[in-house]
């Protein structure tokens, strides 16, 4: 599809596990937990509390998130979710003369 090709992903990766030893790869297993979701940590996507009572939470739009948690048997289909991520991990740091992306229309 070649209107996704020239837009950049909103997505969000949380890959919390523990790097291999000697390597420093990260070792998926039965406990590494995955994250997938599109919003930002922001009052608007997780919500707010209202001054009335501090009981009732003002939410202004809607997200969706998807977990993997830690789980028995897990491994193989967590490291086929990994493999086949649209980018690297861990990302390589930005060198001396690097500049981020960014976006100017």
């Known amino acids: 599809m070649p209107e996704l090709e020239s837009n950049l992903y909103h ?11 000697f390597t420093g790869k990260l070792a998926i297993t039965d406990n590494t937990v ?40 897990s491994r193989t289909f967590k490291r086929l979710i990994f493999e086949t991520l649209p980018l690297k991990l861990p990302p390589q740091p930005y060198g001396k003369y690097d500049r981020p992306f960014i ?3």
């Open 34 to 73: 995955l994250y997938f979701g599109s919003h930002n940590f922001s009052a608007g996507a997780w919500g707010n509390q209202e001054l009335k009572n501090l009981v009732q939470l003002h939410m202004s739009n809607t997200e969706l998130g998807i977990l993997f948690p830690a789980q028995a048997e």
């Open 11 to 21: 997505t969000k990766f949380i890959v919390a596990g523990q790097l291999a030893p």
């Open 103 to 105: 976006l100017q229309k």
